[in-house]
């Protein structure tokens, strides 16, 4: 990449990606340094992500994202991990109108705001909620229909479909669940120029266990001058005949961003997240600081107390610098 961007110094800036015709070649690296309590402290490329996005012809604008994570380059003895090749996305947009997007192939699913956002530049903190990722399927496959409105007047809305089981399936070792004949749909009213409340369902069938599912979740946005607050809440039914320690799912994460200047930001989280399969829940909170030079390039420092019971997020400091390419 960076001998690519050296031949083209003039036109190319940095988050911007480089423009080869009618496609463009973009991505996101993520470099992470964590000393979790009781565990070895390590440092890891937690994303390398590459984007290739075309835009040819109405019927046919492509976009692929692959990547490598969790890659081990250094820790305080044990095992490494050597990391993991993952085809995250691959569809193709029909726009059928002005307003409206026919998505066939694998994508993110809308549910809530940050699992559309989540590469690490573009999100607030290091430690994701887990009321953003667990409990419903975050990359289905099949159709998805888009509505936008170009004139920012009304909902944009997006319902999609997954008929039968995920493609190209993420390792056990990154994710213990994966889902088929998913179906959903994410409301999303703007309130301003980031500002934004949307509401969220899926359902469909955990494959590991057999087990059906229904969730519902809401997801809001709102800035006050220099602070900026933002929330997601799920809650969902759990079905079939296997053991567990509930019926039902939920979570709740809210987090505040307070602007020092531009550049120099302060964070606050809070979250609850109770699991289906797990007799306690997760409450954790977390403090830290955001350093942004410019958009495409991050450095973050964290810590995290865990006061209730998580193997994915355990008490300790975490620290990453991310950029665009």
Known sequence: MAAVSSCHAEEYRLGQGLAFGNFLLSGYANLVADAPQGDKASVSVDDFSLFVSGSVHRWVNPFMEAEISSLTLAQDGGPRSNGHVILERLYDDVHISDADTLRIGKMLAPVGDWNLVHAAPLVPIITRPLTTYSGFSEYPNGLSWLHENPLGVGPDWQLYWQPNNEWHKRPSSVTHRHYSDVLGAHVNWSLGMVDKVGASFQQGRLVETGETYRVYGINLRKSFDKLMLESEATTSTWAG?????????????VLADYGFTPSWHGLVEWEQFQGHQVALPS?????????????ALSWKLEYVHQMGVSQDIPSGWFASISTLF
Do not use: I
Request: aromatic share 12%; glycine share 8%; net charge positive.
């Open 283 to 295: 409450r954790n909170t977390l403090a830290g600081f955001a350093y942004k030079p410019e958009p």
């Open 241 to 253: 005949a296997v053991p567990r320690a509930h019926d039902r799912e939920s979570g709740l994460y």
